[in-house]
């Protein structure tokens, strides 16, 4: 499971590579689909993926307002400071974790298993790269790529 967080957020440093040569206002600019704009969805994928790694551990959720992450710089050292903690999670994960009753307060009333979350977490990434591939195509350019097998992740 470590080996596809580490595609993601390879990938992910891409886009966030990629976009710096994209102008503030196209990175900010409602889009259709998705959660409205690269930048919001770049945040968006680093909030939900911390807010899950911590529901797995049963700790609260911790509120990141996108209103405080207004830039691609902020957003990405969002992304690196959380990083570290998700690793950790995920260098500790056993085989018993898979079915470890997962509860998120955003999802009162309902259970997930351990893995079902890091499946889900994974995918949720992917989803939102493709929107993203849409939009830089939108654009004229050239989206990152999604090739896994290039990637030497081992």
Same mark, same amino acid.
């Not at 080996?3 to 891409?14: A, D, G, I, M, S």
């Given at each position: 499971?470590?080996?596809?967080?580490?595609?993601?957020?390879? +990938?992910?440093?891409?886009?966030?590579?990629?976009?710096? $040569?994209?102008?503030?206002?196209? !990175?900010?600019?409602?889009?259709? $689909? %998705?959660?409205?704009?690269? !930048?919001?969805?770049? *945040?968006?994928?680093?909030?939900?993926?911390?807010?899950?790694?911590?529901?797995?551990?049963?700790?609260?959720?911790?509120?990141?307002?996108?209103?405080?992450?207004?830039? !691609?710089?902020?957003?990405?050292?969002?992304?690196?400071?959380?990083?570290?903690?998700?690793?950790?999670?995920?260098?500790? *994960?056993?085989?018993?974790?898979?079915?470890?009753? +997962?509860?998120?307060? *955003?999802?009162?009333?309902?259970?997930?298993? %351990? %893995?079902?979350?890091?499946?889900? +977490?994974?995918?949720?990434?992917?989803?939102?790269? %493709?929107? !993203?591939?849409? *939009?830089?195509?939108?654009? $004229?350019?050239?989206?990152?790529?999604?090739?896994? +097998?290039?990637?030497?992740?081992?």
């Amino acid at each position: 499971m470590l080996t596809l967080f580490r595609y993601n957020w390879q +990938v992910r440093e891409e886009w966030f590579d990629w976009c710096e $040569g994209v102008p503030d206002e196209e !990175l900010i600019r409602q889009r259709i $689909g %998705g959660v409205g704009s690269f !930048l919001r969805t770049l *945040w968006h994928i680093v909030d939900s993926e911390y807010s899950w790694i911590h529901a797995m551990e049963g700790k609260p959720d911790v509120q990141l307002p996108f209103e405080d992450y207004q830039t !691609l710089c902020r957003v990405r050292a969002l992304s690196n400071t959380c990083r570290p903690e998700i690793r950790f999670v995920l260098e500790k *994960w056993t085989p018993d974790w898979d079915s470890k009753e +997962v509860h998120a307060p *955003w999802r009162p009333g309902e259970a997930f298993s %351990g %893995g079902h979350v890091l499946r889900h +977490v994974v995918a949720h990434e992917i989803h939102h790269m %493709g929107q !993203l591939s849409i *939009w830089a195509r939108d654009l $004229g350019r050239e989206p990152v790529s999604a090739n896994l +097998v290039d990637r030497n992740l081992g």
